[in-house]
């Protein structure tokens, strides 16, 4: 059986450079790359990508940008389970990856991570693009150096990635939307907290109240919609206060939160006892599920975080190792979890 070695002896030319025209990367002349693919023609030559890299004894370095996985942001945690579980599972075919985190809500801890990052000189990245601006400012290197990545949970546009693979935020709003109309009346009135600083550089969460917003807007509907904007999430006080002063001389039927913080408006509404209020967000944090049992969230929309994680890294090890291209974007289902069945996420 003709091998790598036997291909890289009658060209005349290492087994890297083989190897490097097999898989269509650069660092080979026009003219080298003609010769080596000739012999291989000839002998009729198939690749086991696996095997070979192994052979070469060939290494590959993946980069981890996502947000810190903290007790008050749980959500971050199960993608972390999932890119462990992945390495772990990719680890024999000298794949490592390392990660590099950052505050969620902090746009300087973010560029200090991923400058880090791109100091590190990685061969794939998978990152979460919480911070627009930032991103396009960064990412540069990564197009500069042609490092593959890809994007998890948000979807930012304009950008060379590789793949997506999330949640359509856009569709996922208009789903919470339609969940909403079967609960209220068309005279109804809602409000979207927004537990963002600066919510223009959050793309995800302006297309889910995009989508949230157009359902009705395609319904013609006469409910009243208003974003209020809470900038401190973890002061109790600030978000009462600014919701009472919400809630005064109004009838608010419904809420529709677009982030995994929905227990703090229903921790609000069950301290001040307001009830028949409809509530919907999303993700299966236990703080959240805590009130879906209490009957005070309605639903959450889950993403399946665990997945999203797990998916990016076998997809860049694929990429890496055999050459094989993922598809654009990978859609992760949007599913309606309720008091009903919970317990079986």
Known sequence: MTTIKDIAKKANVSTGTVDRVIHNRPGVSEKTKI?????????????????????????????????????????????????EKAAEEIKN????????????????????AFKDLIAGDFDAVLMAPVFHKETSQLITHLDKENTPYVFINIDLQGFNTLSFIGQDSFKSGHLAAKLMSVMLADSSEIIIPVFRLNKGNYSHINDRITGFKSFFKEKKSSIKIKDIAIPNFKDLKVISSILDDHMKGRTIDGIFVPSSRSFLIAEYLETAQLENIRLIGYDTNEKNIQFLKNDTIDFLICQNPYQQGFNGIKLLSDYLVMNKAPNPNYHSPMTIVTKENVDAF
């Not at 070979?52 to 996985?69: D, F």
């Not at 075919?93 to 200090?112: C, H, L």
């Open 35 to 83: 010769h080596v693919q000739k012999i291989i023609e000839e002998h009729n030559f198939q690749i086991n990508t696996i095997a070979s890299t192994l052979a070469l004894n060939k290494s590959y370095k993946i980069g981890v940008l996502i947000p810190e996985a903290r007790v008050e942001n749980e959500f971050w945690s199960e993608p972390k389970k999932g890119i």
């Open 93 to 112: 075919f000298r794949i490592s990856t390392s990660f590099f985190t950052f505050d969620q809500f902090d746009s300087k801890s973010y560029v200090t």
